[in-house]
């Protein structure tokens, strides 16, 4: 049984940074593909960036390319998420996501393609 606890919202003003982790508590973790979400007030959710089971591949959105970091410690059953440069517009909650994946990857940008969701974690950028 895979459950996420993410940690490390807040609020930060713009051009600062946060790093979001999240935590897995079963035995499996390193099987996952790993992703994060996000969903402002009144908006869907909208993918952020994908994790391969190694590490080793990443995707990200146009939105976030080139500030954001996705990474992962499989000894420690935790994903991470870098957010530098933070914009006002990145302001929303924050989730992670495992997709149960044994073999291959792919982007995986879709938030019905997963199969575990945390709770979620609040991140506000003031201007």
């Known amino acids: 049984q895979v459950q996420l606890v993410e940690s490390g919202g807040g609020l930060v003003q713009a051009g600062g940074s946060l790093r979001l982790s999240c935590a897995d508590s079963g035995r499996t973790f390193s099987s996952y593909i790993m992703g994060w979400f996000c969903q402002a007030p009144g908006k869907e959710r909208e993918h952020v960036t994908t994790?391969?089971?190694?590490?080793?591949?990443?995707y990200y959105a146009d939105s976030v390319k080139g500030r954001f970091t996705i990474s992962r410690d499989n000894a420690k059953n935790t994903v991470y998420l870098q957010m530098n440069s933070l914009k006002p517009e990145d302001t929303a909650v924050y989730y992670c996501?495992?997709?149960?994946?044994?073999?291959?990857?792919?982007?995986?940008?879709?938030?019905?393609?997963?199969?575990?969701w945390g709770q979620g974690t609040q991140v506000t950028v003031s201007s």
């Open positions: 994790i391969s089971r190694s590490g080793a591949s990443t």
């Open positions: 996501a495992a997709k149960n994946a044994p073999r291959g990857w792919g982007l995986y940008t879709g938030a019905r393609e997963y199969d575990y």
